[in-house]
């Protein structure tokens, strides 16, 4: 009977380990663990609730299908939407709720163990990984493949900070994409933008002059620069452009995500609604006062005008910095300790339904050391579960 190692007791590994001895009972798995347990980034997942995986609502069509995963998982997009036929998200639910681990989705997509507690997760593939008989050697650093002893060998050592991480990959010929973080927070220069620090803005459109890099949603406001869920966004997006750009790039914020002629007829109505107030003293699409009296500073407008004072050219300022407010990125944050690895093993290096290593088929990866990743939400542990999922069943059919 096979025998197979797994390289990597994350997520992934642990994962598939699981579902090679469902499917083939007498092969001989062994999980070969760095550190001294397996699962410990899983165990802080998702500020310790593990956001596990994500109902993926807004990327369906009207039948329910998974549509384009492009804003998803910006490197690997079109291999999850494949592989998503083999396992996917509804596939996820179903088998943590299978093995007694009762799950919820919030508001947001996102989805929790119903107990908030990512040591249930642990805890259930841990107990699984027992009961199967999957072997675990802790504390193994393996630094050369080729040394295992095993059939199949299959790569779950995860993302990496360097391409040191990979070097024994390239051992074996095995292409690599560069390494670079993605879901960072953005350090901008400007001074006055710091001083809105907690200022939250529910949809804000961010973008980066002269690229396709565009992301939307909830901005928050920091002492150094923005942060997030549409600034992580757009960090994953652009994590190689920046990267290449050393973190320093223009950033245009659109603070009510509208057209300039939109935001000039919001703004005409609010005026007109409140000639004897002072433009400062307005609400203007539930901009905090704050921000509002950011954005009129910005177009240079005094602070004392009133609206009955305020000419054309005046408003077209205001919508052009309402629309489209330009600051310097000067680098890069890190969002409380979480971010994933853009880069890793090249996907033209693998076989795309059965995640084998092409120059070697005693081979397979899974999980984040391939160059998969994704915005937050759940999609990378997904992408960890259907990859650890796709591999246990390609050998199994072997
Ligand atoms: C703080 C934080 C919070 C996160 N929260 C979420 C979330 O809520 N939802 C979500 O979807 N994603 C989240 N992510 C991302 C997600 O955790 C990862 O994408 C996922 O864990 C990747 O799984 P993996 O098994 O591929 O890699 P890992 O979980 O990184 O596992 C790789 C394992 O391989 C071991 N290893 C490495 N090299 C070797 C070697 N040479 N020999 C032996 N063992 C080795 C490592 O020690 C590690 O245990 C978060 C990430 C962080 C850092």
Request: net charge positive; glycine share 8%.
């Amino acid at each position: 009977m096979k025998s197979i190692a797994i390289i990597g007791g994350g997520a992934a590994g642990c994962f598939c380990a699981i579902e090679l001895k469902q499917r083939l009972p007498n092969a001989k798995v062994t999980i070969y663990e760095a550190q001294d347990k397996l699962l410990a980034k899983v165990a802080i997942t998702g500020g310790g609730r593990c956001n596990l995986t994500n109902s993926f609502r807004d990327f369906r069509d009207a039948n329910g299908q998974i549509q384009s995963l492009e804003y998803v998982y910006p490197r690997g997009h079109r291999l999850m939407k494949r592989l998503f036929n083999t396992f996917s998200p509804v596939d996820t639910v179903n088998w943590f709720e299978s093995k007694g681990v009762k799950l919820v989705t919030q508001e947001d997509c996102c989805i929790f163990p119903q107990s908030q507690d990512a040591m249930e997760i642990v805890h259930t593939l841990e107990r699984l990984l027992k009961q199967e008989g999957v072997e675990i050697r802790t504390n193994r650093i393996i630094n050369d493949i080729t040394d295992l002893k095993e059939d199949i060998k299959v790569v779950t050592t995860g993302g990496k900070k360097t391409e040191k991480g990979y070097e024994f990959l390239t051992k074996l010929n095995i292409e690599t994409e560069k390494p670079i973080p993605s879901l960072f927070t953005f350090e901008l220069s400007d001074k006055s933008i710091k001083s809105l620090n907690g200022t939250v803005v529910n949809n804000v459109t961010l973008s980066i002059p002269k690229t396709k890099f565009k992301s939307s949603g909830i901005l928050l406001v920091t002492d150094w620069g923005t942060s997030g869920p549409a600034t992580l966004k757009l960090s994953s997006y652009a994590a190689r452009f920046l990267s290449e750009a050393n973190y320093k790039a223009p950033l245009t914020i659109n603070w009510l995500s509208k057209t300039q002629e939109e935001a000039l007829a919001t703004l005409k109505k609010a005026i007109a609604e409140n000639k004897l107030k002072k433009l400062s003293s307005i609400n203007i699409e539930g901009l905090t006062n704050r921000l509002w009296n950011h954005i009129i500073s910005r177009a240079e407008i005094r602070e004392d005008i009133r609206c009955s004072e305020v000419g054309t050219k005046q408003m077209n300022k205001l919508s052009a910095i309402l629309t489209s407010d330009t600051y310097e990125i000067t680098g890069k944050g890190r969002f409380k300790e979480e971010f994933v690895t853009c880069g890793g093993v090249s996907l033209k290096e693998i076989d795309q339904n059965t995640l084998q290593a092409k120059k070697h088929p005693d081979i397979y990866f899974a999980g984040e050391v391939l160059d998969i990743d994704a915005i937050t939400g759940g999609f990378n542990l997904q992408a960890a579960w259907t990859t650890g999922y796709t591999v246990a069943s390609s050998i199994s059919v072997e």
